[in-house]
């Protein structure tokens, strides 16, 4: 593979850390003046993101990309799955979706998929020196390496320098690093230029036994070990990182803030949009999933739902549907993001089974308006102000930035009125009404993802929600952004993973690479 060279982070498992290890090389390499780009063959997760061009990509990767301080392209990720029910996905290729895959088709079909993986990463390679590829899950999946993309065939393909990141936090460091390393083959194993064993509770030089153990036992240098780290903010796309968020007890936040708690769907995603309320100690944001927290809240939102249908459903059988109406029916606010604002309304209907087999079912009753889905998919970015009258936000004339990613279209009963005015949508002007809200206010939902990293918006928002419950909330200074807050974020992380791994020797087993 001519062009750039390439680094690649290989896991013993799934969530060991590779996506956070691969921001901070992004990050690291940039500083050191390399031209650097984020790559993972094939990411499976529910979080994800619309680029200028109106591709969708997973977060992952975009994250990575915002590390690296270039713009997000679907090539840093040409394959994304998007679970759709237990048993399938809706497979996205080079940003647009080709159709809804059973695990055992979708196997089948992978090998097509060969070229296109090919083609996205030699086209970093010509605009790039330095490439930072991701694997996924374990790279020893033997029942699964015959059609492997993302792991050992990239690195070949790649022909590509790896280091296998073990997680020392679930306990079995030595038995997932030496195991691993031990299942493959000679040829793969020559490319593993070191370990990394990750998030260590604790004084790294109490691991220097360990250390010297998996030397001496693989013949591989453990090229750091990086210690567990909370006070360090990166978005996550994946449901494992938002189990341990239902777990924590936040403590930032201040006695007075407003308390945000978000519906835990079954097939939640584009949680990262909530990213910036965890940044703002104004805002206690909790997720849950049992109907007999929500009368805590002051506001309640309804995410991004991979399918609208069968999570109703799920919040029918829980009883949170009925939670969520005795709740707005006591005064309380209720929002919707996407699939979230879909239930809202009083009945979904999917006539061309896009989601599920079940043609209509009725929503949750709280927006005057009703959603059929559509076989085409809506993938833009946009530019849009509020002119909803229902809203008490002063300078509704601002513009806010987003994205859209959904496969339905919502229509008002009459009583509802439109939300937002789209301007712009990928680049080009536009005249579109998004979004619906209730003459009271206390019920409004979207179809715009990423309006809360709007600091105008969200502050008018937060203040809103205060407003309305009695509670006096300090505002954040006109300075404060969210975007430089995580440019902050990158540059922490890149320094913490400096002071613990050898970078030098990183760099210098690239250099190496023909």
């Given at each position: 593979m ?8 290989l896991?013993?498992?799934s ?8 921001a901070?090389f992004?990050?690291?390499f ?9 790559f993972?063959a ?11 061009q ?5 977060r ?5 990309a915002?590390a ?8 840093m990720?040409p394959?994304?799955?998007k ?9 996205i290729?080079?940003?647009r979706?080709?159709g ?5 088709s979708?196997y089948?079909?992978k090998?097509?998929l060969v070229?296109v993986?090919?083609?996205a990463f030699e ?10 590829i991701?694997?996924a ?15 050992m ?7 590509a ?5 073990g997680?020392i ?5 030595f038995?997932?690093l030496?195991?691993s ?14 370990f990394i064993v ?5 004084d ?14 693989s013949?591989?240098p453990?090229?750091g070990?990086?210690?567990?780290f ?17 777990a924590?007890t936040?403590d930032?936040a ?7 708690g978000?519906v835990?769907l ?6 990262t ?8 100690p104004?805002?206690?944001?909790v997720y849950?999933?049992?109907p007999s927290?929500?009368?805590g809240?002051?506001?309640v ?15 029918r059988?829980t009883?949170?549907?009925?939670a ?6 006591s005064?309380?606010v209720v929002?919707g993001l ?8 009083s009945v979904?209907?999917?006539p061309h ?17 009703e ?9 833009s970015?946009v530019?849009a102000?509020?002119i909803?009258?229902?809203l008490p ?7 806010l930035s ?12 009459g009583?509802?009125?439109?939300l937002f ?26 179809y715009?993802?990423?309006i809360?990293d709007?600091?105008g918006?969200r ?27 995580k440019?902050e ?5 890149a320094?913490?993973v400096r002071?613990?791994v050898?970078?030098?020797?990183i760099?210098?087993?690239v250099?190496?690479q023909?």
């Amino acid at each position: 593979m001519s062009g750039a060279k390439s680094i690649m982070f290989l896991g013993t498992g799934s969530d060991v850390g590779k996506s956070v290890l691969a921001a901070a090389f992004c990050r690291i390499f940039r500083n050191e003046g390399y031209r650097v780009a984020p790559f993972k063959a094939q990411n499976m997760a529910l979080n994800s993101f619309i680029t200028p061009q109106g591709g969708e990509m997973g977060r992952a990767q975009v994250v990575q990309a915002e590390a690296a301080g270039i713009e997000p392209h679907v090539d840093m990720n040409p394959i994304l799955l998007k679970p759709t029910s237990q048993m399938g996905s809706q497979v996205i290729v080079l940003g647009r979706a080709i159709g809804n895959f059973s695990a055992g088709s979708y196997y089948e079909y992978k090998e097509k998929l060969v070229p296109v993986v090919r083609g996205a990463f030699e086209r970093l390679c010509s605009k790039n020196d330095l490439i930072v590829i991701e694997g996924a899950g374990s790279a020893v999946e033997l029942n699964l390496k015959e059609r492997d993309l993302v792991n050992m065939a990239m690195a070949e393909m790649a022909d590509a320098k790896c280091i296998l990141v073990g997680d020392i936090d679930r306990g079995g460091i030595f038995a997932s690093l030496l195991g691993s390393y031990s299942l493959l083959e000679p040829a793969e194993r020559e490319r593993i230029v070191g370990f990394i064993v990750n998030k260590l509770r604790g004084d790294p030089r109490l691991f220097e036994d360990g250390v010297k153990i998996l030397q001496k036992r693989s013949g591989v240098p453990v090229l750091g070990v990086v210690p567990y780290f909370e006070d360090i903010s990166l978005p996550e796309e994946d449901s494992v990182a938002l189990g341990r968020r239902m777990a924590a007890t936040p403590d930032r936040a201040l006695p007075s803030a407003v308390r945000a708690g978000v519906v835990r769907l079954p097939f939640i995603s584009n949680y990262t949009d909530f990213d910036p309320f965890e940044s703002d100690p104004r805002v206690d944001l909790v997720y849950f999933d049992r109907p007999s927290e929500i009368f805590g809240f002051d506001v309640v939102i309804i995410p991004g739902s991979k399918n609208t249908i069968e999570d109703l459903e799920a919040l029918r059988k829980t009883g949170m549907a009925d939670a969520l109406s005795a709740f707005y029916k006591s005064g309380g606010v209720v929002v919707g993001l996407c699939g979230g604002y879909q239930m809202m309304g009083s009945v979904v209907r999917d006539p061309h089974g896009v989601e599920s087999s079940i043609e209509v079912t009725p929503g949750l009753g709280l927006l005057d308006m009703e959603t059929e889905m559509y076989p085409e998919k809506t993938t833009s970015q946009v530019e849009a102000g509020v002119i909803s009258e229902s809203l008490p936000f002063p300078g509704r004339r601002e513009a806010l930035s987003g994205y859209e990613i959904h496969m339905g279209r919502s229509i008002s009963g009459g009583l509802a009125k439109p939300l937002f005015k789209i301007v712009r949508r990928d680049g080009k002007p536009a005249d579109i009404e998004d979004g619906l809200a209730q003459p009271d206010g206390r019920a409004w939902g979207t179809y715009i993802h990423g309006i809360f990293d709007n600091d105008g918006f969200r502050n008018m928002f937060i203040e809103d929600i205060a407003r309305r419950s009695g509670k006096v909330v300090s505002s954040f200074s006109d300075s404060f952004s969210f975007r430089l807050r995580k440019e902050e974020q990158y540059d922490r992380l890149a320094e913490f993973v400096r002071n613990h791994v050898d970078v030098a020797r990183i760099l210098e087993e690239v250099k190496r690479q023909k």
